[in-house]
């Protein structure tokens, strides 16, 4: 367990913010913590970049983020907007001060005896720095940006699904309900890991980090002087799933003939109702934000597509005949309910 116990302006200081930089980083780890098979979402995109690993020679340096744990913050540095790109935070990384490097390594590693791979970031900072950054680039270019444009939407979405959160509750509503692995008992924020750490936050900020990838690992970053940043899994990973070179031939939206009708948020809601889902589980599904799905039900329910059933304490929405017919006479796959 990692236990981050958090003073008041600490909390208050709650932010949240997206980092490309972080999903490279937990996407290795992905790999890394399933050397065989990757499980659902993640399967197809781990072939691939298993295969951009082995084939592209300068991606391989980007595996050095996760050689050896932990390792100093400033080889995966924190974002410092609230949606920085690749490109800005390479910048960043490419910039490390010497002195931020000989702040943090003895946090680690004694510096009379570092490690073979990381004493080239002493004797030869910028060299290092760089290569570091190009791996990271290349390994990104040719690994995540095909799928980085339906990542960025659910990322969008799952950002202003807790910022709404944020400002309506304040964060201990917010952190009371990030992730399963995430454990808010106030003033002490738990890190469900391996390891056992344990962190005093004092007149800092606590960046929340949300992520595709973070599946592979949740992230601790502590040696930001005024910051202290945690990811945290995002909704919305099924778009690996469904993004990225796998989907080229796939129907385009515009030839979505259901999409044409009903308008792609609809359809989206309308195919996944082929099993009965409940509108958190829509939301996770879909990679939406719960007041999106609602929103698409609640129309749905008015043209009598779509039932609403309470069982125990949850409701769960499903397809009527109507719906069942559009799906199946004008959506492009075949579809029946499941009771």
Same mark, same amino acid.
């Given at each position: 367990?990692?236990?981050?116990?958090?003073?008041?302006? &600490?909390?208050?200081?709650?932010?949240?913010?997206?980092?490309?930089?972080?999903?490279? *980083?937990?996407?290795?780890?992905?790999?890394?913590?399933?050397?065989?098979?990757?499980?659902?979402?993640?399967?197809?995109?781990?072939?691939?970049?298993?295969?951009? *690993?082995?084939?592209?020679?300068?991606?391989?340096?980007?595996?050095?983020?996760?050689?050896?744990?932990?390792?100093? @913050?400033?080889?995966?540095?924190?974002?410092?907007?609230?949606?920085?790109?690749?490109?800005?935070?390479?910048?960043?990384?490419?910039? !490390?001060?010497?002195?931020?490097?000989?702040?943090?390594?003895?946090?680690?590693?004694?510096? @009379?005896?570092?490690?073979?791979?990381?004493?080239?970031?002493?004797?030869?900072?910028?060299?290092?720095?760089?290569?570091?950054?190009?791996?990271?680039?290349?390994?990104?270019?040719?690994?995540?940006?095909?799928?980085?444009?339906?990542?960025?939407?659910?990322?969008?979405?799952?950002?202003?699904?807790?910022?709404?959160?944020?400002?309506?509750? $304040?964060?201990?509503?917010?952190?009371?309900?990030?992730?399963?692995?995430?454990?808010?008992?106030?003033?002490?924020?738990?890190?469900?890991?391996?390891?056992?750490?344990?962190?005093?936050?004092?007149?800092?900020?606590?960046?929340?980090?949300?992520?595709?990838?973070?599946?592979?690992?949740?992230?601790?970053?502590?040696?930001?002087?005024?910051?202290?940043?945690?990811?945290?899994?995002?909704?919305?990973?099924?778009?690996?799933?469904?993004?990225?070179?796998? %989907?080229?031939?796939? &129907?385009?939206?515009?030839?979505?003939?259901?999409?044409?009708?009903?308008?792609?948020?609809?359809?989206?809601?309308?195919?996944?109702?082929?099993?009965?889902?409940? !509108?958190?589980?829509?939301?996770? &599904?879909?990679?939406?934000?719960? %007041? &999106?799905?609602?929103?698409?039900?609640?129309?749905?329910?008015?043209?009598?597509?779509?039932?609403?059933?309470?069982?125990?304490?949850?409701?769960?929405? $499903?397809?009527?005949?109507?719906?069942?017919?559009?799906?199946?006479?004008?959506?492009?796959?075949?579809?029946?309910?499941?009771?």
């Amino acid at each position: 367990m990692i236990r981050i116990e958090l003073d008041e302006p &600490t909390l208050s200081r709650t932010r949240i913010a997206t980092s490309p930089l972080w999903e490279v *980083l937990t996407s290795l780890f992905v790999l890394n913590r399933h050397p065989t098979e990757v499980p659902w979402p993640y399967t197809d995109w781990a072939r691939h970049a298993r295969r951009v *690993l082995d084939e592209v020679p300068a991606a391989a340096s980007a595996r050095l983020l996760t050689v050896c744990l932990p390792a100093p @913050d400033f080889l995966s540095p924190i974002p410092t907007s609230a949606a920085p790109t690749l490109a800005e935070q390479l910048a960043e990384l490419r910039a !490390t001060p010497a002195e931020v490097i000989a702040e943090q390594i003895p946090r680690y590693h004694d510096p @009379d005896d570092l490690p073979e791979w990381l004493g080239p970031f002493v004797t030869d900072r910028r060299a290092a720095l760089d290569r570091l950054a190009d791996g990271i680039e290349a390994y990104w270019d040719a690994a995540v940006a095909p799928w980085w444009p339906a990542m960025q939407a659910a990322l969008d979405e799952e950002v202003l699904h807790r910022a709404r959160a944020l400002a309506a509750y $304040g964060p201990d509503a917010l952190l009371s309900d990030l992730h399963e692995r995430v454990r808010w008992d106030k003033p002490v924020l738990t890190l469900v890991k391996p390891s056992e750490q344990e962190f005093v936050a004092v007149d800092q900020r606590l960046l929340l980090i949300p992520l595709i990838f973070s599946q592979g690992a949740l992230v601790c970053a502590t040696d930001h002087p005024e910051i202290i940043a945690v990811s945290y899994q995002a909704r919305g990973a099924a778009v690996l799933a469904e993004g990225g070179p796998a %989907s080229a031939g796939r &129907t385009a939206p515009a030839t979505d003939r259901l999409a044409v009708l009903v308008g792609r948020g609809r359809a989206q809601v309308l195919r996944a109702l082929v099993r009965p889902a409940t !509108t958190a589980g829509l939301a996770a &599904t879909l990679g939406l934000a719960p %007041s &999106t799905v609602s929103e698409q039900l609640s129309a749905l329910l008015a043209a009598g597509v779509v039932h609403r059933r309470r069982v125990g304490r949850r409701v769960l929405y $499903g397809l009527e005949p109507a719906g069942l017919a559009l799906v199946q006479l004008v959506g492009d796959e075949p579809a029946s309910v499941s009771a």
